[in-house]
């Protein structure tokens, strides 16, 4: 059975790893490239000291990084919430992948249903005389489509 000396050293453990995480999720606000873990900042020592002050009182995780953005902004938080200011943001890359995949769909749709194609297809199986399958030829290939002009091609 545990003693009550190891009891408390396992809670000091997991007290620590906890601030620990906690700290490696929150922004230095003096160094901005650095988590509060990593940073030797006099502010990132504090806000270590009040985040291992708040796990001591009881507080969740939630709790902890709430307080946290309301004292300090949401920018002190690596990963922002996902909320109607952030939503932009986080959904922008399916967004744009989503537009492409439309995009892409579309031209394979239009070129398969080609009429110049279909028709082609359909006058394939019928027998022509060499000028007639000439004229049809004339006729219903597409002529080639105009060339883009793009900035950097003149």
Known sequence: METDGESKLKKAR?????????????RCTECGSQ????????VAILLRKLIRDEIQAGKTNDQIYNKLQEDFGESVLYAPRFDL???GI???????????????AYRKHRQRTNVHVMALNLVRGVTLTPKEK??????LIPPPPPRRMWWWSR
């Open 35 to 42: 988590s509060i873990e990593d940073s030797q900042a006099d």
């Open 14 to 26: 997991l007290a620590d790893a906890r601030a620990r995480e906690i700290s490696r999720n929150v």
């Open 134 to 139: 000439q004229t049809m030829l004339e006729l």
């Open 90 to 104: 986080w959904l922008s890359p399916v967004i744009v992948c989503g537009v492409a995949a439309g995009v892409w």
């Open 85 to 87: 200011q952030t939503a």
